[in-house]
């Protein structure tokens, strides 16, 4: 009777799903931006894409990492954490330096008039309201806040 | 699209989303009151796809791309759906706060699919 019941992890996720706290906002607005930015993508691929292609691949490019990186927050284990990390990391470089080149050269980007709203990381997001800009700041202190749990996962898988 | 449709749709979907953020805020766990905006919003939401296809045989039809402005409309009509599943999985403060915020994206989404069919930019 005195046998301590054994923590079922794994089926018992709502204990590790609770842990994912203000976490959750973080990956909704991740999921947003990844579907909007790929639909929109795809769209242009299939229609406008010779008008403008470095924006257009660009577009593409970002949505499918931006889909990634909404899974890799969304899922647990180490890999997943390094994911995240990568994705997000590749995201600040993304829209920190197409922002940068689509305020020096804004023919770079600027493609034709079809392509409403340029790529999502020209001049810094400002088309999603500079959110592409702000996520991967606060996705990097949120993965930085789980580290610990990260470390203990593998440690313990 | 209306235009007196599309502000009521922008508003409520705004007030809908604020109001969800702010109860997330309190600690307010999903309720009849945040789920109930958010299927107000997707219900606004299903007005719009059916003024969308009507709109057109009337000869209001789109100025801009018909597809893109679909693929918006879609896409808002899945968030709802998507953050109230979500939410009735897991019950907890940010499953409000997520609500919140899909009804905020679609509220963006509204305006931008409005610049769609009324202005062009060329």
Request: charged share 10%; glycine share 8%; hydrophobic share 60%.
């Amino acid at each position: 009777m005195s046998r301590v019941p054994v923590p079922v992890t794994d089926q018992a996720s709502p204990v590790v799903r609770r842990s994912l706290g203000v976490g959750r906002v973080l990956i909704i607005v991740y999921a947003i931006l990844a579907i909007g930015a790929t639909s929109r993508a795809v769209y242009q691929l299939v229609t406008i894409y010779s008008s403008a292609r470095v924006p257009i691949t660009l577009s593409a490019v970002s949505g499918v990492v931006y889909i990634v990186a909404t899974l890799a927050l969304l899922l647990r284990g180490p890999a997943w954490y390094r994911v995240a990390w990568i994705t997000i990391s590749f995201e600040l470089l993304g829209v920190l330096v197409v922002g940068t080149l689509s305020l020096l050269d804004p023919a770079l980007f600027a493609g034709s008039a079809k392509v409403s709203f340029g790529t999502v990381w020209s001049y810094y997001g400002i088309g999603y309201l500079f959110i592409p800009l702000v996520l991967p700041v606060l996705g990097m202190l949120w993965l930085r806040s789980r580290r610990d749990r990260a470390v203990d996962e593998s440690a313990g898988a | 699209m209306i235009e007196w449709y599309t502000v009521i749709e922008v508003a409520i979907a705004t007030a809908a989303g604020v109001l969800c953020v702010v109860l997330g805020l309190f600690r307010v766990k999903p309720n009849d009151l945040s789920m109930g905006a958010t299927a107000l919003v997707e219900l606004v939401l299903l007005g719009q796809l059916g003024i969308a296809i009507a709109a057109p045989l009337v000869g209001n039809s789109p100025t801009g791309s018909i597809v893109e402005f679909y693929i918006y409309l879609i896409v808002a009509l899945i968030l709802p759906l998507l953050a109230g599943f979500w939410a009735l999985v897991e019950r907890d403060r940010w499953a409000t706060v997520v609500l919140g915020v899909a009804c905020l994206a679609i509220a963006v989404m509204m305006v931008r699919m409005n610049i769609i069919w009324t202005v062009q930019i060329a």
